[in-house]
């Protein structure tokens, strides 16, 4: 499985942005898809994740209400929504997929992308 991570980039506070990740080399509906972020100077951190058929989503509490993670199935691509910006929201975020109906902790991920750098300004 390769995982493609983009969209990322410089956001004012208060501002949108959508991150894309694309999968191949496996069956993408068969895997539940999370986004994962980190900071500079900080762990990796949970920040949603995905069911196989998209009929559940879960968030980590700091996005919540912020934060859309969806998925297309036929275009192998899962998203992230990201709304009401915060200059603490700055992070590299890396999509992942795990062989499991819904996971949340990184154990359960098998795959991950490369990254892509979102930077919020004040």
């Known amino acids: 499985v390769q995982l493609q991570a983009s969209g990322g980039g410089l956001v004012q506070a208060g501002g949108s942005l959508r991150l894309s990740c694309a999968f191949s080399?496996?069956?993408?509906?068969?895997?539940?898809m999370g986004w994962f972020r980190q900071a500079p100077g900080k762990e990796r951190e949970f920040v949603a994740a995905?069911?196989?058929?998209?009929?559940?989503?879960y968030y980590a509490d700091s996005v919540k209400g912020r934060f859309t993670i969806s998925r297309d199935n036929a275009k192998n691509t899962v998203y992230l929504r990201m709304n009401s910006l915060k200059p603490e929201d700055t992070a590299v975020y890396y999509c992942?997929?795990?062989?499991?109906?819904?996971?949340?902790?990184?154990?359960?991920?098998?795959?991950w992308g490369q990254g892509t750098l979102l930077t919020v300004s004040s």
């Open positions: 995905i069911t196989l058929t998209g009929s559940s989503t």
């Open positions: 080399g496996g069956t993408f509906s068969s895997y539940s």
């Open positions: 992942a997929a795990a062989p499991v109906d819904m996971a949340t902790t990184p154990a359960y991920f098998r795959s």
